[in-house]
Each structure stands twice: as structure tokens, then as C-alpha cells.
């Protein structure tokens, strides 16, 4: 996984970034309706809230540098422990990913595509991101540095102009118009939703640095979208207001089309559709990245099309068979709710477990 060298600052934050831009762009409206006009600074605590457990990873991974969490788990705790959280990581990543796959073909043909069939829409986007991936995690790395920036101008590009006319400041304050035992499920929620990018970190440590500068790369990789999303929220609150903006389905995109400015300005949905497809493309190709690593080590396999294969069709055979939009979002709600950040717990507290019995097996060999 490293015999290419090792990603650059700037790829690792890039990647971090991508990693983190997941299901939480469709399911912050479910944070949204629960936070009431506090839910933009509940979803940027809750973001903030992995830099944490991100920072766990990064140390655990310097017990075996060049290595995965998975390699790290396999040489403390031994194979059969290793494999069986592999397995469980599949599962759990398939049905990220699977979230993802239907929330935005879903989109594709509700604003642009409604009489192409989803298999075909489904079916381009698991190719191409699967022959991305066949590049290797640095071509990726590269890729994704790309869609970050053409992700992140397109989203400026469309909302911004909305200060001038349509944004409304009193629909978003007072901000703080919830109780206490609300705004913390929006902040667990988004923390548990946005907790994906740590399973991505997981596989991605064996190909970076351990330096000082490389871990700030993840945490300002975290931190800028932290920033991004909940200004997306302000935004899109300040256009509509929250009330409404938790009732409408694709709300980017829905909010993007209310911007106008005489006759001049308008149609600005079409720069935020692009934005919710680089971000697609992005995610699901460190998806289908995820399952490939998984696969080989699972296996004990090589690199090659057989494992790629089969880890693109574990993603789009089941989103095929779900194709529902709704389906996606509420089952993305219930996976950041219960499920990504309590797993994410037990894998590291297993590798801690793994890298003290390492460290006392090479204190004993001395």
C-alpha cells in the first residue's frame, strides 16, 4: 500500500475532507428538524467532535508505521479477531455506501435525469469510481484533491450570491430556540454520521507520514468542513428558514433554486446539482476503495480486478435492489445514530488493546 511513497499534506487533507463530506450533506435536515435553529452549531461541534478519535487512530497507527489499523489489529490480537472486524467494517461501509449510491442517483433523477432508468445512473457512477480506484490511493489522492476544490468553488459560487436578496437574517435567530437534550442528538448524530471519514483514516494511515504536519493535514481536513456545512446550514436556514428547510427533499438544490436576482441570476440549482456529483463521485470511490483493501486482507488475496470487482458489485447490487431515495436517507439517519461511531469505538479500543500487548512483546524481546 506504500510502496509508492507516501501521500503529500496537501492529499492527505484533501482526503480527510472527502472522507468526511458523506451521507450528512442529505441527513443534516434530520439534525435540522431535531436542533430547530441551533442545528448549524450543533453539526459543526458534532464534525469537530472526530478530530478526537481521529487523533487516536493516527497514534495507534505509529506502533506499526506503513501500516492499517487492520495490519495492527491482525499482528496484536492474531488473525480470527482481525477478520472478523474486517467483515463487520464490510458490512458497515457497504451500507454507507449503499445510503449514499440511492440518496444521490436519487437526486440525479428527480432534477435532471427522470426518465433514465436509477440501474443505468447507478451503474455509470460504480464504473467510473471503480476504475479510479484501480489507479491506486495516490492517483486517488490526486483525484480527489480535483473534486475538493471543484466541490467547494461551485458551492460558493451558488449560495453566495443569495446575501444579497434572498437571505433573511431572522430566520435564523434566536439561534438557540431548543432544549439542551435535543441539540446534543444533533450533535451525536452528527458526529456518529460524519464518523465514516474515521473508518476511511483507518485504511489511509498505512500511506502517510506519522509527522506533526500530516496529522494537522487530517485535523484541517476535518476542521474546514466542519466550516463548509455549517455554513451551507446558515445559508439555506437564512434563505427559507428552518422550518421549511427540514420538509423539503434534496434541500441543497431546492434552496439553490429560490436564489434569484431580477432576471438575470437565476438557475444556480445546476452549480449545486454538479456539487452534490463531484461529491457522489468522490465518496463513492473511497467506498469502493474501502471494500477493495478489505477484501484483499480479509482473503489474503492480491491486488487486481477480481477483489475491485467484487467490492463494486457488494455496492451496487444491494443499491439496486433497495432504489428508494427515502429508503437511503432515513436508513443513513438510523447508521449515524447507532451504528458507524460505536463501531468505530470498538475497533480502537481493540487496536489499543493490540498495539500495548505489541509494545510489551518488543519490551520483552530486549
Do not use: D, E, H, Q
Given at each position: 500500500m506504500n510502496n509508492q511513497g507516501k501521500l503529500t499534506h496537501g492529499q492527505t487533507a484533501c482526503l480527510t475532507y472527502a472522507s468526511a463530506v458523506g451521507n450528512i450533506v442529505y441527513s443534516f435536515t434530520f439534525?435540522?428538524?431535531?436542533?430547530?435553529?441551533?442545528?448549524w452549531v450543533a453539526v459543526l461541534i458534532g464534525?469537530?467532535?472526530?478530530?478526537?478519535?481521529?487523533?487516536?487512530?493516527?497514534?495507534?497507527?505509529k506502533s506499526l508505521p506503513g501500516k492499517t489499523i487492520f495490519d495492527l489489529l491482525e499482528t496484536g490480537l492474531g488473525k480470527f479477531v482481525c477478520k472478523l472486524i474486517i467483515l463487520f467494517y464490510l458490512l458497515v461501509n457497504v451500507a454507507i455506501a449503499v445510503c449514499m449510491m440511492n440518496m444521490?442517483?436519487?437526486?440525479i433523477r428527480v432534477f435532471f435525469l427522470p426518465e433514465t432508468p436509477t440501474?443505468?445512473?447507478?451503474?455509470?457512477?460504480?464504473?467510473?469510481?471503480?476504475?479510479?480506484?484501480?489507479?491506486?490511493?495516490?492517483?486517488?489522492?490526486r483525484l480527489i484533491q480535483v473534486l475538493v476544490v471543484l466541490y467547494t468553488l461551485n458551492f460558493f459560487l451558488g449560495y453566495s450570491v443569495s446575501f444579497i436578496k434572498t437571505f433573511k437574517l431572522e430566520y435564523v435567530l434566536p439561534i438557540f430556540d431548543t432544549s439542551v437534550l435535543s441539540f446534543a442528538k444533533g450533535v451525536i448524530i452528527t458526529a456518529g454520521t460524519v464518523a465514516e471519514s474515521l473508518m476511511f483514516l483507518m485504511l489511509m494511515v498505512g500511506s502517510i507520514s506519522h509527522t506533526a504536519k500530516q496529522h494537522r493535514s487530517v485535523k484541517r481536513g476535518i476542521f474546514i468542513w466542519s466550516l463548509v456545512l455549517s455554513f451551507a446550514i446558515i445559508i439555506m436556514e437564512g434563505d427559507m428558514g428552518h422550518e421549511m428547510l427540514y420538509r423539503v427533499a434534496q434541500a441543497g438544490v431546492t434552496v439553490a433554486r429560490i436564489i434569484e436576482i431580477n432576471s438575470f441570476v437565476r438557475g444556480l440549482e445546476i452549480l449545486i446539482l454538479m456539487t452534490y456529483q463531484y461529491l457522489a463521485i468522490a465518496k463513492i470511490t473511497i467506498y469502493i476503495y474501502c471494500n477493495d483493501e478489505s477484501l484483499i486482507k480479509l482473503f489474503n488475496i492480491k491486488k487486481g480486478w477480481l477483489p475491485l470487482t467484487a467490492a463494486a458489485l457488494l455496492i451496487f447490487a444491494p443499491s439496486v435492489w433497495i432504489n428508494s431515495l427515502n429508503a437511503g436517507y432515513y436508513f443513513s439517519v438510523f447508521l449515524g445514530s447507532y451504528v458507524i461511531l460505536p463501531f468505530v469505538l470498538l475497533v480502537l479500543i481493540l487496536a489499543s488493546v493490540s498495539a500495548l500487548r505489541i509494545r510489551k512483546r518488543n519490551e520483552a524481546a530486549k
Open positions: 439534525v435540522t428538524s431535531i436542533a430547530g435553529r441551533a442545528s464534525v469537530l467532535l472526530n478530530i478526537p478519535f481521529a487523533m487516536w487512530i493516527l497514534s495507534l497507527a444521490s442517483t436519487g437526486m440501474l443505468i445512473i447507478m451503474l455509470f457512477f460504480v464504473f467510473l469510481c471503480t476504475i479510479f480506484v484501480r489507479s491506486g490511493i495516490f492517483t486517488l489522492g
